[in-house]
């Protein structure tokens, strides 16, 4: 069984860095594409950025792109994302998901597998 566990979480204020990792256990990572969605309270989970299984491609929310970056290590079994330039709109619940060969979706159905999130707080 495929299994994702984001760390990275955190507190930070306005114009801070995080940068959040999701270990996946249980099958061959770099036969997944893998994304990053994200959930504010009372909104429905949005795409942040995705890698294709090839781990090329980069794609990205226009509400982060130039600020996020996503990339994945596949010695270590992990994708990363690292967050500049944060502003309170960027806080939520961060999730990663893994899409066996797939194109790097920004559709959250696409993903088989999911992680159980990770808190980001930005505060002004």
């Known amino acids: 069984q495929v299994q994702l566990v984001e760390s990275g979480g955190g507190l930070v204020q306005v114009g801070g860095s995080l940068r959040l990792s999701c270990v996946v256990s249980?099958?061959?990572?770099?036969?997944?594409?893998m994304g990053w969605f994200r959930q504010a309270p009372g909104k429905e989970r949005e795409f942040v950025a995705a890698?294709?299984?090839?781990?090329?491609?980069?794609y990205y929310a226009n509400s982060v792109k130039g600020r996020f970056t996503i990339s994945r290590d596949n010695a270590k079994n992990t994708v990363y994302l690292q967050m500049n330039s944060l502003k309170p709109e960027d806080t939520g619940v961060y999730y990663c998901a893994a899409d066996y060969r797939g194109p790097g979706s920004t559709v959250s159905d696409w993903y088989e597998y999911w992680g159980q999130g990770t808190q980001v707080t930005v505060s002004s």
């Open positions: 890698l294709n299984w090839a781990g090329a491609s980069p």
């Open positions: 249980g099958s061959t990572f770099n036969n997944y594409a």
